[in-house]
Each structure stands twice: as C-alpha cells, then as structure tokens.
C-alpha cells in the first residue's frame, strides 16, 4: 500500500514454456515489459519485476476511488529448457523474496493455453512446484489463467462448453484452487477494455481472499 488512495496487487506468473506467461503478464501490466516471442527454446531464463503505471476507475475504498498499480514478477518456465527445476525453484523462491518479502504476494498466476489439452504428469509438476515455492496453504493464493482462449473461441467453445468438454485434470486443478479461473484472450488482452475485466476479476479473488497476503517476511 503507498498510500490510502493508493492499492498496490503483488502478483507472480508461472508456467510452462510457450504458455504465454511473459505476455500475460504484459498483458496485466499494460506494456511489453516481459520478453515473449515464439522461440524452439525457453524464452525467460531469470525472474524480471514489471510494474504498471496508476490504473484509475477500477476501485473505490471509503467512498472514494483508488488509483490501482499492479506488479507482475516474470518467472522462468518449468519444465525448462536449460534449468533443472532445483534451478527455477531456487531463482523464483530468491525473487520473491528480493520483491515481495516485504509486503507479500497477493496471487500466484498459473499460466495455461486453453488451445492445449492439460495431461495429468503436467499436472503434477507444475502443483509439486507451486506447492515447494507457496507452501500448504497454496490453493488459497493460486488462479489459472488460461490464455490462447481466443484459438478455444474460433474452434467454436464458449467458457461453459470449454469447461464442460475439459479434462478431468483441468477440472480437478480448478476445484483445488476454488474455481480461481480466467480466460485471457492474447489477440485482445492489451486493450484497456479488456484489461480491465481481467483487473477485476483479479481484484474480486483478492477481496474473497480478505486481501491475504502470503511470503511476507518482518524486517529483524
């Protein structure tokens, strides 16, 4: 928080490689802050901090409107193509710290192609590594985005008949998180109007979540 007029939202983006992590995260941010291109490797190696400039119109507290900044921290993917998970696991948990120890992260973004079918051993990798990097209480700080949703659209799938016709991996990781989900259009997701419903839904998770924060470390 900066100041009373002021609400600052700490967020971390992860996933796979080619998910579309580092431009959702542009997307959040509003600017192209974050690397992201298609690439035969993994594009993101080090964990970079974006922030947004004052968002006005999104929220109001005590009557009054609120200017909104949010920060993203940009992570390398995993599986990755020249890091072992020790690797990632270390440089993300050291960045976290280094940019959120203070004042916490408010949610953890998992990033998934809604155009790519979610396999069980994926599954289990990637929450295994949000579980050593969040802790037990990870389901409570966790959302999915599901970008590429516009590819899902084209193929002729709304939200409901997507979720409807997902796999059962897909369906049981949105339970576990409390149904925590958006889809993110990446054709459209710079525009402001669309941004901002994205903004929205973040905020109202961090509301019902009572404005938690998680890795919050106390100066000695």
Excluded at 168 to 173: I, Q
């Amino acid at each position: 928080m900066a100041d009373s007029n002021e609400m600052t939202i700490n967020l971390v983006v992860l996933g796979k490689p080619q998910s579309g992590k580092s431009a959702a995260g542009n997307s959040l941010l509003g600017s192209s802050d974050f690397e992201s291109h298609l690439s035969p490797s993994s594009v993101t190696t080090c964990c970079s901090l974006g922030r947004s400039g004052r968002i006005l119109g999104l929220i109001r507290r005590n009557g009054c409107e609120s200017a909104l900044r949010v920060q993203v921290l940009d992570t390398p993917s995993y599986p990755h193509s020249a890091l072992s998970k020790e690797q990632v696991r270390d440089t993300v948990t050291a960045a976290l710290a280094q940019h959120y120890g203070e004042e916490g992260l408010h949610l953890a973004l998992l990033v998934l192609r809604a155009d790519l079918p979610l396999c069980p051993d994926e599954s289990n990798d990637t929450v295994q590594l949000i579980q050593e990097l969040l802790g037990p209480t990870w389901k409570d700080f966790t959302a999915v985005l599901l970008t590429h949703a516009d590819k899902a659209e084209e193929a002729g799938y709304s939200e409901e008949t997507y979720l409807h016709n997902a796999s059962s991996t897909l369906l049981s990781l949105l339970s576990s998180v409390q149904h925590k989900y958006i889809f993110l259009d990446n054709q459209n997701s710079i525009i402001k109007e669309e941004r901002n419903i994205v903004l929205r839904k973040l905020l109202n998770f961090i509301q019902k979540n009572n404005y938690q924060v998680l890795l919050k470390h106390s100066k000695e």
